[in-house]
């Protein structure tokens, strides 16, 4: 079956732009959840979506936001952007809970200069 | 909030010998779950195996294996018979917070050589 698909994988961006993430995850599963890597940081949690609400959000400014639609895809936003939003943004699928363990795309890599 | 500590950022092991990788965590939760995934160059993040805080008895998968002492708080993970396809970031990740999320650690980067 399909995996969990990212689109884009690179992305170049300007500072004070905006932009937009993709992720489809594995069918029937409608559990989303996003998380930001970086070499400081680490992975960071973002949010979760379930049948299209948030239910968990990180510690992470309101220029990120998110959505998931009724087919399970979601997106997830960055406006304004700062030279440190980039990193890779992971996006992962389970069927419930994170208890199930999630599988994951390969990410969208974000290069804002 | 919860913390997940890898101590060894690097680890190097010969091919076909046994590496363990190390991991504590703290949590005020009685009930959760422990990953251990792996994060190769192609930066795909793949789970290797699963455990559940409440069976005392310690999950394995093939070749991979992992002790898990409660009261210590620690979840470690042992790979028999290395081969070069382990080579890769290790991440270990309890659940958190009514398991809708798992925090990770810092990474254990395990190198293999041949």
């Known amino acids: 079956k399909a995996g969990v698909t990212q689109t884009p994988r690179y992305l170049i961006k300007t500072r004070g732009q905006q932009v937009t993430l993709s992720c489809s995850p594995i069918?029937?599963?409608?559990?989303v959840s996003w998380y930001q890597q970086t070499p400081g940081q680490g992975l960071q949690f973002l949010f979760e979506?379930?049948?299209?609400?948030?239910?968990n959000k990180g510690n992470f400014p309101g220029r990120f936001s998110g959505r998931q639609f009724s087919n399970s895809r979601s997106e997830m936003n960055v406006s304004t952007l700062e030279l440190g939003d980039s990193a890779l943004y992971l996006c992962a699928s389970s069927l419930r809970t994170a208890n199930y363990g999630y599988t994951f795309g390969s990410g969208t890599r974000l290069t804002v200069v | 909030a919860q913390t997940v500590t890898q101590s060894q950022p690097e680890m190097s092991v010969q091919e076909a010998e046994t590496v363990t990788l190390s991991c504590t965590y703290d949590?005020?939760?009685?009930?959760?779950?422990l990953f251990w995934y792996k994060q190769p160059p192609s930066r795909q993040m793949i789970l290797v195996i699963r455990q559940e805080a409440y069976k005392q008895q310690n999950a394995t998968e093939n070749r991979f294996s992992v002790n898990f002492q409660k009261a210590a708080k620690s979840f470690s993970l042992k790979i028999s018979d290395s081969q070069l396809g382990d080579a890769a970031m290790y991440f270990c990740?309890?659940?958190?917070?009514?398991?809708?999320?798992?925090?990770f650690g810092k990474g254990t980067k395990l190198t293999v050589n041949p």
């Open positions: 990740a309890p659940t958190q917070g009514g398991s809708e999320k798992l925090v």
């Open positions: 949590t005020s939760e009685s009930d959760y779950y």
């Open positions: 979506y379930f049948s299209e609400t948030q239910r």
């Open positions: 069918s029937g599963h409608r559990s």
